[in-house]
């Protein structure tokens, strides 16, 4: 049987909650250090939602992780420029209070984003003072070049749907979202793509670790085969990258080692 999720609010309107899933005692191997906190695409829409990061959880979670699959409000339902920014770090922020009523270890946060989600990851890898600091962020596919999106008009112009403005409009909103204008970054990203990815092109990827690395941050670029939803479908050749690069930011191997890093 695979455990149970907790849904566990951290504000009053009904997007804002985190459901928490601890490994099952059927999970393969020793509890993995640390929590994951997933972050689920859709290109900032409320169409998509939180079930998108169930597989990913459950999967996990079978592996000794302990998850947070977060949801926040999105473009349509309350969300959009600032309030889904001050949900993913209110959101993950309520991991301190987890912690508490759930023994959840804290020593290791990296937060798994998809698509839109691993810009939001990044965001929130960027945030100084956080009540719980990210340690690393493993990108899936990430839109981790804003103005780039929205040039190329990704998903009916979702950039500007979610944003509400433009670089030139308001260019602070933009330094303040866009992870190209976060770096340096003060942790290590994994930016993950498939190699046959038609939703989000594998040179937003590579431009941004690009710019990382040049900047002085610890990232890099993996390439992976499949396309944009291999890499949040289990049993995939890259969800099997996706589990390697969390367990390495779990354990603090490779770019993760924050000794070096």
Known sequence: MPPSPLRIPYGPDPEQYAELTLPGPSAAGDPQPGVVVIIHGG??????????????????AARGFTCWNLEYRRAGNGGGWPET??????????????????????????????????????????????????????????VLDLARALELELSDNAVRNFLGSSPEADPERYRSADPMLLLP??????????????????????????????????????VVPGDHFDLITPGTAAWAAVVRAVTEAAEGRGIFDLRTS
Do not use: C, M
């Not at 989000?200 to 900047?215: H, K, N």
């Open 43 to 60: 290109y900032w829409r409320s169409k998509y939602s939180a079930d998108l990061g169930w597989p990913a959880a459950l999967d996990l």
């Open 185 to 222: 970054l003060p942790v290590p990203v994994a930016a993950l793509h498939g190699d046959n990815d038609s939703h989000v092109p594998l040179t937003l990827s590579a431009g941004f670790a690009q710019a990382a690395a040049a900047s002085g941050s610890n990232a890099e670029l993996r």
């Open 85 to 142: 920014f001050s949900d993913i770090g209110e959101g993950i922020d309520a991991l301190e209070a987890a912690a508490r009523n759930y023994a959840l270890d804290l020593s290791r946060v990296t937060v798994l984003g998809h698509s839109a989600g691993g810009q939001l990851a990044v965001w929130a890898a960027a945030r100084r003072g956080a009540a719980v600091p990210v340690t690393g962020v493993v990108s899936q596919a990430g």
